[in-house]
């Protein structure tokens, strides 16, 4: 008889803000003394219970008394969410401080109506993968916008903005692209880049450097 192989659940990759957005979905009746038990994360589509998040670790607890016990809290820019570990799993991170940049794989829990994570894998990265974590779940929404077209207004809306902060800014030489991005987090780096592009097809903006923006009006 063949072995039956385990099937991993898939670990998204996510911000923390859009977890923070999903809905917790329990299963009745399955926990201990009957209590209800976290079952996965509803967001959009998909039913979430593994996640693979990039964070900055802004606070640090630890309790190595009779229960073991060590919590993180990590923030992306978005929103924060605490990773917990407990028991002997507990050696496996203690060299992680405050101020570093890791990669958290783990399973999701919900616990006194908090999102948590419980960590598989906890490792350091670059600082510069936070950004490149939200282009990367930023595509994801490109495409659903495009599948969902904006209305001219909204257009209209983002364009404004857009030409605001390329005038403010010509006091300092013009703006980078990155930044308008960083700045306009409400939008998809892809309806950023068309605006852009439309814009400088327009002549009203202008490119003195790849990437840097300025107003010619």
Known sequence: MAEQQFKRNTAYKFRVGDILIGKP????????????????????????????????????????????????????????????????DTGKYMGFVQGQTVVVIGVLRYWNNEI???????????????????????????????QFPMGKEQIVAISDQILNMIKESEPEGGVETEKIILKLQNFSPAIINKEIQRLLEEGIVFEPRPGKIRYLG
Not at 119 to 144: F, G, H, M, N, Q
């Open 25 to 88: 979905i329990m299963n009745t009746g399955t926990g201990s003394q009957g209590q209800e038990r976290f079952a996965f994360l509803e967001l959009g589509d998909k039913k979430i219970v593994r996640v693979n998040v990039i964070g900055n670790v802004v606070d640090k607890y630890e309790s190595m008394g009779e229960t073991k016990y060590i919590s993180f809290t990590i923030d992306d820019g978005s929103g924060q969410i605490r990773v917990k570990i407990f028991g002997d």
């Open 116 to 146: 948590y994570i419980s960590p598989e894998i906890i490792k350091e990265t670059s600082p510069k993968y936070l950004l490149i974590r939200k282009l990367e779940t930023e595509k994801d929404k490109a495409v659903s916008q495009n």
